[in-house]
């Protein structure tokens, strides 16, 4: 069924002057419209292309349009006292008849006379459009019967002398954008693209109106339920004319068919409303494919299964390319109404599989058309079958009507459905392709939608990641675990962070910020900020300074964003914490002796940008086994929520024992998200940042440390204490190794050092670490030695002995260090 069955119908109102007479008030008329395709040939004949030119439309789809439009004949010249029904001449004017030649690049309009069966001669107004575009369709025909101005409807139209097509800009007239706006009403039915395609060359080309003199016309304008007012108004007058004859009316065959064809139409067009529903109810990806092949089972077909590209179930960019042989589809969703289980071991969904050419399924993939196949033949069962090796889906599908529907996006096939329909159900046909493509069209866009947002949603988590450290879990005298929680509000990026940098003395700064606001500007900005933090850690510089040089950056880099950052250095082997804060939610340290939790008292500061703010650094004494708590203000803080329950329920839960410090984490958050749910007040929609550090501190025996003058035989000595130290820890396979590079770093200390003697440092941890310290502050390099260089092979040796090495800049001066791994016990 036709989407122009019932519509296709032309209102003569007055859309010109207001005071204009006559055509203002002149009623409706049915309108014919009719679609020719590339070859030439009928591809949609509307109900009113068959009342006006008398051809059915079963048999006018498919033939050549010149032979169904009477072209023949040449319009006379105008005698403008001659009424225009004396004029004698058939055809619809050279016009069309050179477009249906297809020698037409322009629209063109014509009033003619022609004959046809039953009706004697009728008096056509047309309209023909030219087509271009990717579409089968070539050319639009409009057309009306002028005799129905003359006759007035139900007592309300008047008599009109004068009549003629024409075209104009559909703004020259009021109420244009709602005539422009249901234009698409009296198209066959197709794809939103392709009405979109045709209407905005119609309203390009001109608008068609009726023109009554120079300056009143009016526009052709499609209503629904006008044709049927002709229709019953058509029939009364046959009716009439037979009971002045003396004999019983003729039954109008199609006068129940219009009546069944309105019922299926108007259910179509619910169907189709209430799939529209059901689809698209979130932006999951797996949901919405669910949703899709729910939609049409049973009320549409017994069984869909839906294919979808590789690209799009891995929520990659959009697929390239038109599909081939080679292209693996990936059924994602199998609806049926069979009994249970029956299609589950033939047809699993995750399967992937290509299709090759012969099949209806290639064909709908490439050409991005529906495939209609009435009933599964044997033959094509078979070719159907043999692409599912060791498994006979013949019983399945031999002798059901199948139809194959694209799911397209942008022109581009991102999947398709496979419909089919039980053997004694009605089989599909050209009615249920159109509504099938509608469909696909409706799920297409759906999916689409899904498809992008998994798509964008996985750049977001790759960017967010690739911004945040992988912390090892254990540092220098410490554990360390933390936890991300992307945002639920305004996409998954968002400007939090937390860090961890080695510092020379076995330290270790731990760091947590949070950029205000979300998305990518901030995700960037807290991007540059981190790295920040990381050099100014690696040069050593106290917490307050830090935060002071970060501030002076952030004003450089704009006054767009603000952050907040929580900065603590952790000395394990003095046993203390260092910290400073730019306006971020203070810490919470877990005694380990008593489990007493409790929020630090810190400085508050100023949010990092403000600028002109100084900083302070508190120092704060620890034991070994106290736990650090540092997050962002997402985990405790919910809008319309007074912050200071977050952070309580924030010290309770961070004192609870757990059995791990992920453990310890999760329990962090489960309280955090119970006691915002408990008030009402939703979840989580900021993103979060968490960091724990379990300070277990360095024992005084696992910590040597001697001092050395400047004097280059100091080196030999050097050697010497680090063989017996490592000897008295029972680590006498680590002597050797540490010993030779201790003794090059105390000789380079030595030659560089100005005045300060040089400090040796031994520490066992999770390894071993050898820190060398003097008073020059110029870093030393890797150099290429030469066989005849003096210098340089010292760092050489360090590099390609050592588990890790490096350096940084200290306050007094530098340190040079490197690490050994610790044999197994």
Avoid at 68 to 97: H, T
Wanted: glycine share 10%.
């Amino acid at each position: 069924m036709d989407r122009g069955t019932e519509r296709d119908a032309l209102p003569a109102r007055g859309a010109g002057d207001d005071t204009a007479a006559g055509p203002a008030d002149a009623g409706r008329i049915p309108l014919a419209v009719v679609v020719v395709d590339r070859e030439g040939l009928v591809s949609h004949w509307s109900t009113g292309a068959r009342r006006l030119f008398g051809v059915p439309k079963d048999a006018a789809i498919g033939q050549a349009a010149i032979d169904l439009l009477p072209v023949s004949g040449a319009l006379p010249e105008v005698d403008e006292d001659l009424p225009y029904d004396d004029y004698g001449y058939d055809g619809l004017g050279p016009g069309l008849g050179n477009s249906l030649d297809r020698g037409l690049g322009y629209p063109a309009a014509g009033r003619a006379r022609l004959t046809v069966p039953e009706r004697n001669r009728v008096d056509v107004l047309w309209w023909a459009y030219p087509l271009v575009g990717p579409g089968r369709e070539r050319l639009l025909v409009l057309a009306a019967d002028a005799e129905a101005l003359h006759r007035p409807e139900e007592g309300d139209g008047l008599p009109i002398e004068r009549i003629a097509p024409g075209f104009a800009l559909h703004t020259d007239f009021p109420g244009a954008e709602e005539l422009a706006r249901r234009l698409p009403e009296i198209l066959p039915s197709m794809s939103v693209g392709e009405s979109t395609r045709i209407v905005s060359q119609v309203l390009e080309l001109g608008y068609p109106v009726l023109e009554f003199s120079q300056n009143d016309r009016m526009p052709v304008t499609p209503d629904w339920g006008v044709a049927r007012r002709a229709e019953r108004r058509a029939r009364r007058e046959r009716a009439a004319r037979a009971a002045a004859e003396g004999r019983a009316p003729a039954e109008d065959p199609d006068d129940e068919g219009e009546d069944l064809e309105h019922v299926a139409v108007r259910e179509r067009l619910e169907f189709l409303n209430e799939v529209s529903g059901k689809i698209g109810t979130s932006l999951d990806l797996s949901r919405t494919i669910v949703e899709v092949s729910k939609a049409v089972v049973p009320r549409f077909t017994d069984v869909a299964g839906t294919y979808l590209r590789e690209q799009v179930v891995a929520g990659e960019g959009f697929p390239e390319g038109v599909p081939d042989t080679t292209t693996m589809w990936h059924r994602v969703a199998v609806e049926h109404t069979d009994e249970p289980g029956r299609w589950d071991d033939v047809v699993p969904v995750g399967e992937a599989m290509p299709f090759p050419a012969h099949t209806p399924f290639f064909q709908c993939m490439t050409t991005g058309e529906p495939v209609l196949v009435p009933r599964i033949s044997d033959q094509l069962g078979h070719a159907i079958a043999s692409q599912f090796e060791k498994r006979d889906i013949r019983p399945l599908i031999t002798g059901r009507s199948m139809l194959v529907v694209p799911l397209k996006a942008r022109n581009v096939v991102l999947g398709f459905m496979i419909l089919l329909r039980h053997p004694e159900r009605a089989e599909f046909n050209d009615m249920d392709r159109v509504t099938g493509a509608e469909l696909a069209a409706r799920a297409g866009l759906v999916l689409d939608n899904a498809r992008m947002y998994t798509y964008q949603e996985s750049v977001a988590e790759t960017l967010q990641d690739s911004m945040l450290p992988h912390i090892p879990p254990r540092m220098a005298g410490c554990d360390i675990a933390t936890r991300y929680l992307p945002g639920t509000l305004l996409g998954r990026v968002g400007g939090d962070w937390f860090d961890s940098v080695k510092l020379p003395g076995a330290r270790t700064a731990l760091v947590v910020g949070d950029v205000m606001g979300h998305g990518l500007n901030s995700a960037a900005m807290m991007g540059q900020l981190r790295t920040a933090v990381q050099t100014m850690a690696a040069l050593d510089l106290p917490p307050a300074q830090l935060l002071r040089n970060l501030d002076d950056l952030a004003q450089r880099l704009g006054d767009t964003y603000l952050a907040t950052c929580l900065y603590a250095v952790y000395d394990p082997i003095a046993s203390e914490l260092l910290l400073a804060n730019a306006g971020h939610i203070p810490p919470v340290l877990v005694r380990a002796d008593d489990g007493r939790s409790e929020l630090l008292d810190l400085p508050t500061g100023a949010p990092i940008g403000v600028g002109g703010v100084p900083f302070e650094a508190v120092r704060v004494r620890v034991e070994p086994g106290d736990r650090l708590v540092m997050c962002t203000d997402g985990l405790v803080e919910v809008r319309g929520e007074d912050i200071g329950a977050g952070l309580a329920t924030l010290c309770e839960s961070a004192a609870h024992p757990a059995a791990s410090m992920d453990d310890a984490c999760d329990t962090i958050i489960r309280a955090l998200a119970a006691t915002f749910s408990e008030a009402g007040r939703g979840g989580r929609k900021d993103d979060v940042a968490l960091l724990m550090a379990r300070l277990n501190g360095i024992a005084p025996d696992d910590v040597a440390e001697w001092t050395f003058p400047l004097d280059p035989l100091q080196a030999g000595r050097a050697r010497a204490v680090v063989r017996e130290q490592l000897h008295h820890w029972g680590l006498p396979r680590l002597a050797y190794s540490a010993e030779l590079m201790a003794g090059e770093l105390v000789t380079n200390a030595v030659r560089h050092s100005h005045s300060r003697p040089v400090t040796l440092r031994l520490v066992r941890g999770e390894t071993l670490l050898c820190e060398v310290d003097d008073d020059d502050h110029e870093l030393p390099t890797l150099l290429n030695a030469g066989p005849g260089d003096e210098f340089g092979r010292g760092l050489r040796v360090v590099s390609t002995l050592a588990r890790a090495w490096g350096t940084s800049r200290t306050g007094d001066g530098k340190s040079v260090w490197f690490e050994l791994t610790l044999p197994r016990r």
